[in-house]
């Protein structure tokens, strides 16, 4: 870690270390442990991790449980009264606003974020790009979730429940190659769309435009919403598509991250792309 402009290299702190990896055991175990199997799975000494395990009862962070002589530990809702706070200041509009704007300056194409409200898609940040040629996209747009890349990234990885009350409310496209609102077909495009890692839109809600998103996940592994391109659809034909494709789900994975997702909660189809 740099020390401000001066390029001198800190240490990462051995004591915080321990402690975050003292409390993200005691949150991915899946039963309350004594604090020597606590030790024994952080590998960090006894002596270290009482007082840690200490600490964190005393700032509330962590309790615990006796029975008999035995100490069982486990992590409270402290963790979950900040992550809920920090959650309602994430401002999707601006959390990679950089990234967007380069990956739109590479493709020459608008970058759009969207997320899901009941049946529709909405756009909550756009990076333009320069030019003539404005394509009709703007934070606060509405759109049905079917018919864009965006919605469908997002519905491809939705629990069972929640996509079954989205699929009798399947709109049919205007474009040249609109498919038929049927559901299952709809099913097995998602399928395709999680196998991928992406989704494409072409042509179906309107001629000659196409789209392409990735989606990005929240500190749960659930889905949060995607991030995607628009362009003509001759911008979409053999390289360039590739390109966009490895553009916008590098960014979902960016995106994912910022939101506090790990890497292994992401899906491999994602990761691997």
């Known amino acids: 870690m740099s020390d401000g402009g001066s390029g001198v290299e800190r240490p990462a702190s051995p004591g915080v270390d321990r402690t975050l990896t003292v409390l993200e055991q005691l949150v991915m175990a899946e039963e309350d442990l004594t604090l020597t199997a606590l030790a024994k799975v952080t590998r960090i000494p006894l002596a270290t991790c009482a007082s840690i395990v200490y600490t964190l009862e005393h700032r509330g962070y962590a309790t615990r449980r006796v029975v008999g002589r035995s100490h069982f530990w486990r992590p409270t809702l402290r963790l979950y009264s900040l992550a809920s706070q920090l959650v309602r ?29 009941g049946a529709s898609v909405v756009y909550v940040a756009k990076a333009a790009t320069p030019g003539f040629i404005q394509f009709d996209t703007y934070p606060g ?3 049905p979730f079917d018919l864009t890349a965006l919605g469908r990234a997002i519905a491809a990885h939705l629990p069972a429940d929640e996509l079954a009350v989205l699929l ?10 609109a498919r038929d609102s049927n559901p299952e077909a709809f099913k097995e495009l998602l399928e395709r769309v999680r196998a991928d890692g992406y989704a494409f839109e072409d ?9 392409l998103a990735a989606p ?7 889905i949060a919403g995607s991030v995607g391109v628009t362009g003509f659809a001759r911008d979409f034909a053999e390289d360039r598509r590739d390109l966009a494709v490895a553009g ?24 691997g792309s």
Request: with cysteine.
């Open 89 to 117: 200041k994430v401002d999707l509009s601006q959390i990679a606003t950089a990234e967007m704007r380069a990956l739109g300056e590479e493709l020459g194409m608008p970058v759009h974020i969207g997320v899901l409200d």
């Open 141 to 143: 747009k509405v759109a």
């Open 168 to 177: 009798p409310r399947l709109k049919a496209g205007q474009g040249p190659r």
């Open 203 to 211: 042509e179906e809600e309107q001629a000659g435009i196409s789209c």
């Open 216 to 222: 990005f996940f929240d500190a749960e592994g659930r």
């Open 248 to 271: 916008v789900v590098r960014l979902g994975i960016v995106i994912s991250r910022r939101l506090g997702c790990r890497t292994g909660s992401l899906p491999s189809e994602l990761v």
